[in-house]
């Protein structure tokens, strides 16, 4: 999607709102941009209120000309932005429900960007794509956790219980099943 808006930089954050800190988790470069995923880990949200504010109210954060930025110090946007050679960019929220979880974004480096709608709309819809890929692999790792624990219930109840499909294949059989007809789960099958 970076290539296709011509960025130089895409990137995907996650929010700490525990630790009240922001770090970079995935990062892809353009040919000839140095990769930053190393230096903004672990940003304190009080160095970017503009930024939070307005992530927290589900809207883009957008920066046209780092350069306009007003100086703050190292420790404030433009302090944090200029060091990695960023001229413009462009952040959407993840939100998941009502839970802000972090943001991706792209950054311009080797020129000056004005993103447009369009962009920004495209931006948000990869957004939603990464947050429901992320809460369905969620619920597949809560599945399958509840799933093992069930497995380990049932084998370590002492009655003999078998799980068949409509086909009458067997699925499963408990440890119990097995000692009182005294097959290996190999034979039973």
């Not at 999607?1 to 954050?13: E, L």
């Not at 509840?146 to 068949?164: A, C, M, N």
């Not at 119990?176 to 190999?186: C, N, V």
């Amino acid at each position: 999607i970076a290539k296709f808006v011509h960025a130089d930089r895409a990137y995907i954050f996650k929010y700490d709102f525990i630790q009240k800190t922001t770090s970079n988790t995935y990062e892809w470069c353009a040919d000839d941009i140095s990769p930053e995923i190393d230096n903004p880990q672990q940003v304190p949200i009080t160095a970017i209120p503009e930024w939070i504010n307005a992530h927290r109210k589900k809207s883009s954060f957008i920066v046209h000309d780092v350069d306009k930025l007003p100086d703050t110090g190292p420790h404030g946007l433009k302090g944090i932005l200029e060091p990695q050679g960023i001229k413009s960019l462009i952040t959407i929220p993840m939100i998941s429900g009502e839970r802000l979880i972090g943001f991706i974004g792209f950054d311009s480096v080797q020129h000056k960007k004005k993103y447009s709608d369009r962009e920004e709309t495209l931006l948000s819809v990869y957004s939603e794509i990464l947050v429901n890929i992320e809460l369905r692999q969620k619920y597949e790792l809560e599945l399958l956790n509840k799933k093992t624990r069930f497995q380990k219930i049932i084998g370590s109840i002492d009655l003999g219980l078998v799980e068949v499909d409509q086909n009458f294949n067997i699925l499963f059989a408990n440890a119990s099943f097995l000692r009182f007809y005294k097959y290996t789960t190999k034979d039973l099958v």
